[in-house]
Every structure is written in structure tokens, then in C-alpha cells.
């Protein structure tokens, strides 16, 4: 893609976003992913959420509309969520993430 292309791209999904709001933009975007590609975004909307350490409501209320529309099969997203949440650890100062 080139950078022009990839401008283009991103205007437009501001645009929706701006438009619509991060639920049209999860609900147009499920059906141009793979059952794989479902799981690893998932999984990296997740590592996000828990970058820093606090997951705030709107941000599990995100993970858990993210994971209604996609389309895994029942408690997987909890599995992936718990996976994340397992690497998210800082075993070596004795802190984990709630």
C-alpha cells in the first residue's frame, strides 16, 4: 500500500469513527477477517486494554462488545482474554493485573 493509499485509509476510518463510532467500525470490519484473524485482533485489542495495568469500564465494555460481535466460538474470548491477562504479569516485582 502506498503511503497516499494508506492516508486515504486512515481518513476514512476516522471518518466512520467520527461518524458512527468504534461500533460500526467492529461491525464493518468482522466480516473482512478470517476466524484467525478475529483471534489475534482480539488478543491484541486485549494487550492494549491492559497496557497499562488498569482496565477502565468503557474499556471492558469494549472488550466485551468486541467479543460478542466476533465470531468465535462460546468463551473463547474469555480464553484469550485470560492468556493476555497472564502475560500482562510482572511476576518479578510480585504485581499482576486485576
Excluded: N, Y
Excluded at 11 to 16: E, F, Q, R, T, Y
Excluded at 65 to 84: C, F, H, K, N, Y
Amino acid at each position: 500500500m502506498t503511503p497516499l493509499a494508506f492516508g486515504e485509509l486512515i481518513d476514512g476510518l476516522l471518518h466512520l469513527f467520527r461518524r458512527d463510532h468504534w461500533q460500526e467500525l467492529i461491525r464493518q470490519a468482522v466480516p473482512a477477517l478470517t476466524a484467525a484473524q478475529q483471534e489475534v485482533a482480539f488478543g491484541l485489542a486485549v494487550q492494549l486494554v491492559l497496557c497499562d495495568r488498569v482496565v477502565k469500564p468503557e474499556e471492558a465494555t469494549f472488550l466485551t462488545t468486541l467479543g460478542d460481535e466476533l465470531s468465535m466460538p462460546p468463551g473463547r474470548a474469555a480464553q484469550i482474554q485470560e492468556v493476555m491477562t497472564l502475560l500482562q504479569r510482572d511476576v518479578l516485582i510480585g504485581e499482576t493485573v486485576a
